[in-house]
């Protein structure tokens, strides 16, 4: 039996044409709902537009730059254009990076992008939320563990997390739910990018694997499923809460 979760709701998915992103929008267009899917960068073959869920009516597609207060300032005007409310926001988009010699520069672009940005948006978003809606983060399970070179990363999603409880406390007058989902090593696009000159990616991910609890990496979708999970009525009483999604990863 097929099922219906999202049917006639307008879901917003901010990095929502690649990996985690996409694969959210995936369900959500297959369980009925009309999607808005955001991105920053061009499309590629993999990006979700081109999969065939996405060759479907109620689907829109639209540029957003978290790491642009003015873009992200002058976006509800924009979706207004195409929505007048939104019941569910996902916010997907983020950016990965080994800390560096410019460790100043590095740190600013991350708090922008993974914290300040999203803070920002679920801000001006805000007024568009109708009652009974859902805000979903995309953290990271690195925010609890340590990382070797990942101390602006780290530092960055876990600002995330915190923005969360607390916008997930001060929305219940509005009757929004606000929760993040927080991925371990998954098989994005991300982690398949050197991260530096002598970096192997595959390698490096088989490394990663070898040494997690179940002995893989997760996949995008085990992640968007939690992510529609709480998204969704299911989750109702789900408020102010970040979900590893992480095979056992933290607890190892």
């Not at 600013?108 to 920002?120: E, Q, R």
Request: hydrophobic fraction near 45%.
């Amino acid at each position: 039996m097929s099922r219906e979760r999202f049917a006639g709701l307008n879901i917003l998915v901010v990095g929502g044409t690649s990996d985690i992103g996409a694969a959210c929008a995936v369900i959500a267009r297959a369980e009925g709902g009309r999607v808005m899917a955001t991105s920053r960068n061009p499309r590629g073959d993999g990006d979700v537009v081109q999969q065939a869920s996405f060759n479907a009516p109620h689907v829109i597609d639209l540029d957003l730059d978290l790491a642009d207060a003015a873009d992200i300032a002058a976006f509800p005007d924009r979706l207004r254009t195409h929505a007048t409310h939104l019941d569910v926001l996902i916010i997907a988009s983020g950016r990965t990076a080994v800390d560096t010699a410019t460790a100043a520069d590095s740190f600013d672009s991350l708090m922008s992008v993974n914290a300040k940005g999203p803070y920002l948006l679920i801000e001006a978003l805000r007024p568009l939320m109708r009652r009974g809606g859902s805000v979903i983060c995309v953290s990271s399970a690195v925010a609890r563990r340590r990382g070797v070179g990942m101390t602006a990363y780290a530092a960055s999603k876990a600002a995330l997390e915190a923005i969360v409880r607390t916008l997930g406390l001060e929305f219940t007058v509005d009757g929004v739910r606000v929760n993040a989902v927080a991925p371990g090593p998954t098989a994005t696009s991300g982690l398949m990018r050197p991260l530096h000159d002598d970096d192997d990616p595959q390698l490096r991910a088989a490394r990663i694997a070898s040494s997690l609890p179940l002995g893989r990496l997760g996949q995008p979708s085990e992640v968007a499923h939690t992510v529609m999970f709480l998204a969704s009525a299911e989750a109702s009483n789900i408020n102010a809460l970040t979900v590893l999604v992480d095979g056992g990863w933290d607890a190892a």
